[in-house]
């Protein structure tokens, strides 16, 4: 039996719209079931700035590998500034502030809102709690960029600091002190951490 051109066109347009549907599904299924995608950002806090005799040591909270961590850094000043990883450990959120505390020698990550978590040294969970912790600190200085130059000013009450970063690209988020004397400085971008030498 011959099919008519009548017969011929509705099968091939039967066809047609079953793939149609078909790959809408794929479509929509793929795109609805998309993973948050974490965005890369980084939050720094100095537990502890360094001197001649003492190494920095910082807290960092990153995404490695869709991944975040909280990882205590040692910086070796004698060894090219080398970090030293001390301790890390994996988190189940990305992290969204991060500030120190002096009662517990440790530091507060905020993972969701409200929600707080105190962490040691070591990074042990040493608390939980829901709203604001008291007595929280930040190693954070207010900074102001030059438009003409570039370079960064940071107020300080001896005397102003000046850091040269027109090599890098992007403004930063964060500039903390890591030395006593103020001459090294810890600068956290978006995506990346830079040291700076003070002018």
């Known amino acids: 039996m011959q099919e008519s051109k009548r017969e011929k066109f509705l099968r091939y347009l039967l066809i047609g719209i079953c793939l149609l549907v078909v790959l809408g599904g794929f479509l929509y299924s793929s795109s609805s079931g998309k993973v ?3 965005e890369p950002s980084i939050h720094a806090e100095v537990l502890s700035r360094g001197d001649e005799g003492r190494n920095p040591v910082i807290a960092v909270a ?3 590998e869709e ?4 990882v205590i850094y040692e910086i070796d000043q004698k060894n090219q500034y080398y970090f030293k990883v001390l301790h890390s450990v994996s988190l189940h959120n990305p992290v969204k502030m991060l500030r120190t505390t002096k009662e517990h020698n440790g530091v507060w990550v905020q993972m969701e809102e409200g929600k707080w978590i105190l962490f040691s040294e070591s990074l042990e969970v040493l608390q939980e709690r829901d709203g604001d912790p008291s007595s929280v600190t930040s190693s ?3 900074f102001h960029i030059q438009e003409d130059t570039g370079y960064i000013n940071i107020s ?3 005397r102003d600091v000046r850091l040269n970063l027109t090599d890098k690209s992007g403004e930063p988020k964060e500039i903390h002190s890591l030395s006593e004397d103020d001459s090294v400085w810890l600068v956290v971008f978006q995506k990346d951490m ?3 030498r003070s002018r």
């Open 194 to 196: 830079v040291l700076a």
């Open 36 to 38: 948050e995608e974490i």
């Open 67 to 70: 991944q975040p961590v909280l």
């Open 156 to 158: 300080r009450s001896s």
């Open 62 to 64: 990153k995404v490695v």
């Open 140 to 142: 954070r200085h207010p």
